[in-house]
Nanobody, 123 residues
Framework: QVHLVESGGGFVPAGGSLRLSCAAS???????MGWFRQAPGKGRQFVAS????????YYLDSVSGRFTMSRDDDKNIVYLQMNSLEPDDTAVYYC?????????????????WGQGTRVTVSS
């Protein structure tokens, strides 16, 4: 069982930066980790994922070059550094974990989820 807790959300003007953190209760070194987001009135959307063995990260096209996902397996924490934020990035951001080393963008593949942290970007 893995328990995930996100932090770092907040209110930021367009062009600003935030760093989200996701702390896991159990050891997640063998898990692929993901970040998803849900904007008001919309479904949950894949944002980024990082594999376990090589820490290779994959991104939604619209955040590629602005967001960076990383992991610290000694601390069981994953991060999402978000730069050049845009109003369209406004959403609740969720951390997720899936057993195994295979990247995936579908939320149904992820077994564990955090409660989310809200990010609001003003125009």
């Amino acid at each position: 069982q893995v328990h995930l807790v996100e932090s770092g959300g907040g209110f930021v003007p367009a062009g600003g930066s935030l760093r989200l953190s996701c702390a896991a209760s159990g050891r997640t070194a063998t898990y692929t980790m993901g970040w998803f987001r849900q904007a008001p009135g919309k479904g949950r959307q894949f944002v980024a994922s990082i594999t376990s063995s090589t820490s290779t990260a994959y991104y939604l096209d619209s955040v590629s070059g602005r967001f960076t996902m990383s992991r610290d397996d000694d601390k069981n924490i994953v991060y999402l550094q978000m730069n050049s934020l845009e109003p369209d990035d406004t959403a609740v951001y969720y951390c997720a974990a899936k057993n195994g080393d295979e990247y995936h963008y579908l939320e149904v593949k992820y077994e564990y989820w955090g409660q989310g942290t809200r990010v609001t970007v003003s125009s």
